[in-house]
């Protein structure tokens, strides 16, 4: 079994923790996310130190694995939050359930559009025809006032 003594870094403050056994990369986030007693939803971004003193992206597992490989035992890892990465996924999580929401309810609009499609088919013959006979009322009258001028002018 691996004994990997676990260093990491988050702004000035530095945890140390000794971890055996094997490590992937969702352990070590999850691992490092405590040590700083972070939310376990935080989103963080990982970086080691290699012999040239340049900081590496940690991001795979083969990238861990050159990490631990190249550390004789000791992992150094800088950890960054990346701020607003939660809100981001909150946002996602509740847009992907109002959709779940949206697709269980669409179909009882189609629904309920069809059925007002249906009864203004069914019930357009008796519109055109109360249209008519009110537009021939309105003519009618307009008939009678006009025959009414006339016959007052004469």
């Known amino acids: 079994m691996t004994i990997i003594t676990l260093k990491c870094k988050l702004g000035g403050e530095?945890?140390?923790r000794t971890i055996d056994g094997g490590l992937?990369?969702?352990e070590l986030q999850r691992c490092v996310k405590e040590m700083h007693r972070l939310?376990?939803?935080?989103t963080v971004s990982l970086r080691w130190r290699d012999d040239d003193s340049d900081l590496i992206a940690l991001r795979?597992?083969?990238?861990?694995?050159?990490?631990?490989?190249?550390?004789?035992?000791?992992l150094w890892v800088e950890l960054t939050t990346i701020e607003g990465a939660s809100d981001v996924r909150d946002m996602l999580e509740d847009c992907t359930?109002?959709?779940r929401q949206l697709e269980d309810v669409i179909p009882g609009f189609e629904n309920l559009a069809t059925e007002a499609v249906n009864q203004l088919q069914a019930s357009a013959p008796a519109v055109v025809e109360l249209t008519k006979q009110i537009l021939d009322g309105a003519a009618k009258r307009r008939r009678q006032e006009q025959r009414g001028t006339e016959q007052s002018e004469g």
């Open 97 to 99: 359930a109002l959709k």
């Open 14 to 16: 530095v945890r140390r």
């Open 24 to 26: 992937d990369m969702e």
């Open 39 to 42: 939310p376990a939803r935080t």
């Open 60 to 74: 795979t597992n083969q990238d861990l694995l050159e990490a631990i490989t190249t550390g004789d035992g000791a």
